[in-house]
């Protein structure tokens, strides 16, 4: 029998707003979103009302296998990446990360998601690092793409070349993914003109950073149809400062948002959300419309990644839902204003992975074993074990060590 779930009542983000809808679940696709759908004995029912139901958050990019903390650096600002990771990887920090099995670093990079609303990942990495890893994790990996790890002198031998990867992209119909112009070097100014040159340049580049691009770039890349991936926290705390990313937005550059790696960027993509808003207001004196930051972790990841309808709300798409429970009027988009407490129920593929312990019965219904333990002053549950997951990693260490990314089991 397939295992069914009727949200009730809930207020639903479609069509760029908000608005009072069942949802119906049939195994791991949504088959209708009306009013008053009726009930039936097949369907677990659950209300929502006072709640909002959004699509899954999707973070656009996060490096996994880096998921470790504390950060380092931040006190001294650099000009290109290379420098940083130079420094990253002659930290104590990186040796002690070293101890840690790389299939505990992805859990760990995973549930730091879950708790966060996300439901699929952008890992940018190759993929015969990834592949063992998805499939098993308690988040969805994107898995079809081609890549890079930049464009430039200090390019990694990621993928089979740029220009190779890109005409890859274009053949399969899938995105292109890689780093540009992370610094402000001259390197780094140079590095879309090169891509360019190489002919991968176009609608299937997704493109992370684009730090020190003005207007011409901007107007290329919206010429292209590529898309542009924000990480302002790591950013920061690299370099000293971000994207001009009101220039990219008010262009109609397609614009999502992620936390890049953890030594260096936000504990998870709610603070990232936060941070996004807070800086366009100390840059720009505006700001910066909720629902364009719900787009950024939505619909435009949707667009640059390929994964279908924008809206990923629609009978017959996968049921990646969030149910958020923010306390704030159900007509109002306030993304920002998130914290881990406001998480309510996280379902990828139909099942319930992660919620309030209002939701007991829904996780026994399905057959999911689950571990609680308490958030914010919240008791949550959630699928698998993250306190058994923490006490490997302090095993593997040999101290107990604490990730700020997770609660303090």
């Known amino acids: 029998m397939v295992n069914s779930i009727l949200f009730q009542s809930g207020t639903v983000y479609r069509n760029g707003k908000l608005e009072t809808k069942d949802l119906l679940v049939d195994g791991e696709k949504i088959s209708a979103i009306e009013e008053n759908i009726p009930t039936n004995g097949n369907a677990v029912t659950i209300s929502l009302k006072g709640k909002k139901l959004y699509p899954g958050f999707i973070n656009s990019h996060d490096h996994l296998l880096a998921s470790y903390l504390p950060k380092v650096g ?14 990253y990887k002659s930290s104590g920090v990186f040796a002690e990360r070293q101890q840690v099995d790389p299939e505990i670093l992805y859990y760990l990079g995973a549930y730091k998601n ?29 898995s079809e793409y081609t890549l890079a790890h930049s464009v430039g002198n200090y390019s990694l031998g990621w993928g089979e070349g740029v220009a190779l990867e890109y005409r890859m992209a274009e053949h399969a119909g899938l995105p292109f993914v890689t780093h540009l ?4 070097d001259d390197d780094s100014k140079q590095s879309l003109r090169l891509l360019e040159k190489m002919d991968a340049l176009g609608e299937h580049s997704v493109l992370v950073h684009c730090l ?96 279908g309808n924008p809206n990923a709300l629609m009978p017959g798409l996968s049921a990646d839902l969030l149910i958020v429970n923010d306390d704030k009027n159900t007509k109002d988009i306030n993304v920002s204003d998130l914290s881990w ?14 919620g309030s312990l209002e939701y007991k019965s829904l996780f026994v ?38 990730l700020a990314f997770l609660p303090n089991f």
């Open 181 to 184: 112009a992370e610094g402000i």
């Open 212 to 307: 020190p691009f003005g207007q011409k770039e901007v107007e290329k890349i919206l010429e292209k149809g590529a898309s542009v991936v924000w990480c302002p926290t790591s950013n920061l705390h690299i370099f000293g400062k971000t994207t001009n990313i009101k220039l990219f937005l008010d262009m109609g550059v397609n614009v999502c948002l992620g936390t890049d790696y953890s030594p260096s960027g936000s504990l998870h993509l709610l603070e990232e959300l936060k941070t996004a808003k807070s800086i366009y207001f100390g840059l720009y004196g505006e700001e910066l419309e909720e629902s364009t930051l719900l787009k950024m972790v939505t619909e435009n990841p949707r667009k640059a990644f390929r994964l």
């Open 114 to 142: 879950l708790f966060a609303g996300v439901t699929t990942v952008f890992d940018h990495i190759p993929h015969h690092v990834q592949n063992s890893f998805r499939g098993i994790l308690p988040v969805k990996l994107i």
């Open 365 to 402: 219904h399905f057959g999911l074993e689950t571990e609680e333990f308490s958030i914010e002053g919240k008791t949550k549950l959630v699928a698998g074990s993250p306190k058994k997951l923490l006490k490997q990693v302090s095993d593997s260490v040999g101290y107990k060590k604490s």
């Open 341 to 354: 407490k406001h998480i309510d129920l996280v379902v990828i593929d139909g099942y319930p992975i992660y």
């Open 74 to 87: 931040g006190t001294e600002k650099h000009q290109s990446w290379l420098s940083y990771d130079n420094l």
